[in-house]
């Protein structure tokens, strides 16, 4: 028997664990921040420990540059992440050690919301830099008003890169306090491309010069959580027919969630484990995804885009609501492999299409919004602790 799946089925037995967790986690917190706030220390986490990407490394790294002596701390799940730099200290997530880290830094960045039992003490700074900005499914609050997400009293800054994503701060998180909207962190490289950037993860991944990438970004479904995203239609035909339209060599990323230990998709180069999502969002030439907030990032581009959605209904009744009836909005929507195949055809529409959705959620996107949030930082570690 699966001891932990059976106790999170069992709702008393859930109730008992949440409610040890969270005495005790508190009670070992509150001892930690006893020991003092250390004034240099800034404690980063992204996707709850998983790796070192997204708005957190952006900042991670130009405070590292603006602040030499700050001590950088990351939570990792497995150890350190693959492709962290040395400059870092790192600290095994969800262990007292990383606790005592957590309750003693002045400063917090993270991208997901915190577990139900964390604290944030007075003298500390939490930056939240939310992973969807422009998110389709609706999220805490909007979509579970009964749990508890600490999160919303916690927050000093959240970091948006939209007016959309502003009002995503006030409903899902509860969140009343200031917003910098200059851009998501992790959103920078494809405002403002680093030279060569594109090419070398291009090159990494397999592509030759003249090849043309489709990423293919599915988000999680409840009943493939932690398993494998099957791929609804044929890529294999999707790719012969854009081959057929368009006279290149077309290859195929797939990228699961994280949520998913990837997707099925035969021919596809596997492109689950690549530590940054902006930088595949860079090298790809096309985006189909069905309810991913990738799809809003990747109109930066100005390169075509599509959501796939051929189970709109059972996912909205099984699964999540949608902020906003996506048939009124600008996206490019396929519900069959005709529809997809036809979409195809208006590739040339591409930048205009992206222009318009980009306009859609009031984009604020500046190119420098890792560097901001960087220099907010730096600003708090040189204030005194009160």
Same mark, same amino acid.
């Given at each position: 028997m699966d001891v932990r799946r059976w106790a999170e089925r069992n709702p008393a037995v859930r109730r008992g664990? =949440?409610?040890a967790r969270r005495v005790l986690g508190r009670a070992f917190m509150r001892l930690s921040h006893g020991t003092g706030v250390r004034k240099h220390r800034v404690l980063f986490s992204s996707f709850r420990g998983k790796?070192?990407?997204? %708005?957190?490394? !952006? /900042? %991670?790294? $130009?405070?590292?540059? #603006?602040?030499?002596?700050? $001590?950088?701390? @990351?939570?990792?799940r497995d150890g350190c992440g693959k492709n962290a730099p040395p400059y870092i200290k790192c600290v095994r997530a969800h262990t007292l050690r990383a606790l005592y880290m957590v309750s003693t830094a002045r400063v917090l960045v993270d991208n997901f919301n915190r577990a139900h039992y964390m604290l944030k003490f007075r003298n500390q700074v939490y930056v939240q830099t939310w992973h969807g900005d422009r998110a389709f499914k609706k999220v805490l609050f909007d979509a579970y008003p009964d749990e508890p997400f600490p999160d919303g009293e916690q927050i000093d800054l959240a970091v948006a890169g939209s007016d959309y994503g502003e009002r995503q701060y006030r409903s899902a998180f509860r969140y009343a306090g200031p917003? #910098?909207?200059v851009g998501l962190p992790r959103n920078d490289l494809l405002v403002d491309p680093p030279e060569g950037l594109r090419e070398r993860v291009r090159s990494a991944l397999g592509a030759g010069e003249n090849d043309r990438l489709l990423l293919y970004a599915p988000t999680f479904r409840d009943? *493939?959580?932690?398993?494998?995203q099957p791929c609804?239609?044929?890529m294999e035909a999707a790719l012969e027919r854009l081959s057929e339209i368009t006279?290149?060599? @077309?290859l195929c990323l797939a990228?699961?969630?994280?949520?998913?230990?990837g997707v099925d998709c035969p021919g596809a180069i596997d492109a689950t484990g690549y530590?940054?999502?902006? $930088? #595949?969002? =860079?090298?790809?030439?096309? =985006? /189909? *995804?069905?309810?991913? %907030?990738?799809?809003?990032?990747?109109? #930066? *581009?100005?390169?075509?885009?599509? =959501?796939?959605? !051929?189970?709109?209904?059972?996912?909205?009744?099984?699964?999540?609501?949608l902020y906003f009836d996506v048939d009124d909005s600008p996206y490019w929507v396929a519900r069959t492999e005709a529809e997809l195949h036809a979409l195809f055809e208006k590739l040339g529409g591409a930048r205009e299409n992206c222009a318009e959705i980009l306009k859609f959620y009031g984009a604020s996107e500046t190119g420098r919004a890792a560097g901001a949030v960087a220099s907010y930082i730096a600003a708090r570690l040189s204030e005194g602790i009160r």
């Open positions: 664990a =949440l409610f790796g070192y990407s997204d %708005s957190p490394r !952006a /900042i %991670s790294e $130009e405070l590292h540059k #603006l602040c030499p002596d700050a $001590e950088i701390v @990351w939570q990792f917003v #910098l909207k009943a *493939t959580r932690g398993g494998r609804p239609f044929s006279g290149s060599r @077309w990228r699961g969630h994280d949520m998913n230990s530590p940054e999502m902006a $930088e #595949l969002l =860079l090298a790809a030439d096309m =985006l /189909i *995804t069905d309810y991913s %907030s990738s799809a809003g990032d990747f109109a #930066l *581009t100005g390169r075509p885009v599509i =959501l796939y959605q !051929a189970d709109r209904e059972a996912y909205v009744s099984r699964d999540r609501g």
